[in-house]
Nanobody, 127 residues
Framework: QVQLAESGGGSVHAGGSLKLSCVVS????????LGWFRQVPGMEREGIAT????????YFDKSVKGRFTISRGNAKNTIQLEMNSLKPEGTAMYYC????????????????????WSQGTQVTVSS
């Protein structure tokens, strides 16, 4: 059974940092793309970052580039999104998602190409 267990959300002041973790298990394939998305109520889910497991290639949306990083945790199946210099407009529900692929670009930010999703975690950034 595929599971994406996400953790690490919370509340911070603008300029603060948070680290989200996504633990992936039960995947029926070895090469995959892990995407990070966020969603504000009433808005579409938007892709903010992706990691290619095959070659560790990462890509970031311009809204977070230079402030967010992706890394592997100590366990190979743990992927972390470190969010620095957070802004109030970053308040949203954050999700990790997985799809089977050897190359993540250019569809990395397209919601409906992903096969599995986490339950989401809330991030709130106050001004």
């Amino acid at each position: 059974q595929v599971q994406l267990a996400e953790s690490g959300g919370g509340s911070v002041h603008a300029g603060g940092s948070l680290k989200l973790s996504c633990v992936v298990s039960g995947l029926p394939f070895a090469d995959y793309c892990l995407g990070w998305f966020r969603q504000v109520p009433g808005m579409e889910r938007e892709g903010i970052a992706t990691l290619s497991i095959r070659d560790d290639y990462t890509y970031f949306d311009k809204s977070v580039k230079g402030r967010f990083t992706i890394s592997r945790g100590n366990a190979k199946n743990t992927i972390q999104l470190e969010m620095n210099s957070l802004k109030p407009e970053g308040t949203a529900m954050y999700y990790c998602a997985v799809r089977s692929a050897s190359s993540c670009y250019p569809q990395w930010g397209v919601e409906n190409v992903y096969d599995y999703w986490s339950q989401g975690t809330q991030v709130t950034v106050s001004s």
